[in-house]
């Protein structure tokens, strides 16, 4: 059974931090790219950090560059999501899959069937 389970988001204010993971069952983890996506209210769902499937090489949404890191281990199926200098503009839902693009060129997931829940979080001014 395929599973993936977002957690960690929180209710936290400006220049706040959080780290969220994502911990995955039924998927070849360690064969795939993984990457973090969101949505905000109103607003669709965006890719803006990927992992390669080695864990070298990552990739960033221009947005969040400098502030977010992904990382990963495939040991325990688990993807992570270090969160800081959060702004407003960050409150989303969270989200994991396996991307499209094996070399993270692109954060996409366009065939992914199995979205966990997410995770909120939310950034107070």
């Known amino acids: 059974q395929i599973q993936v389970a977002e957690s960690g988001g929180d209710l936290v204010q400006a220049g706040g931090s959080l780290n969220v993971s994502c911990i995955t069952s039924?998927?070849?983890?360690?064969?795939?790219?993984w990457g973090w996506f969101r949505q905000a209210p109103g607003k669709e769902r965006e890719g803006i950090a990927c992992?390669?499937?080695?864990?070298?090489?990552?990739t960033y949404q221009s947005a969040v560059k400098g502030r977010f890191t992904i990382s990963r281990d495939n040991a325990k199926n688990t993807l992570y999501l270090q969160m800081n200098d959060l702004k407003p503009d960050d409150t989303a839902t969270y989200y994991c899959?396996?991307?499209?693009?094996?070399?993270?060129?692109?954060?996409?997931?366009?065939?992914?069937?199995?979205w966990g829940q997410g995770t909120q979080v939310t950034v107070s001014s």
């Open positions: 992992i390669m499937w080695s864990g070298g090489g990552t």
């Open positions: 899959a396996p991307v499209s693009s094996p070399y993270c060129t692109v954060v996409t997931a366009p065939n992914f069937k199995y």
């Open positions: 039924g998927l070849k983890f360690a064969d795939s790219s």
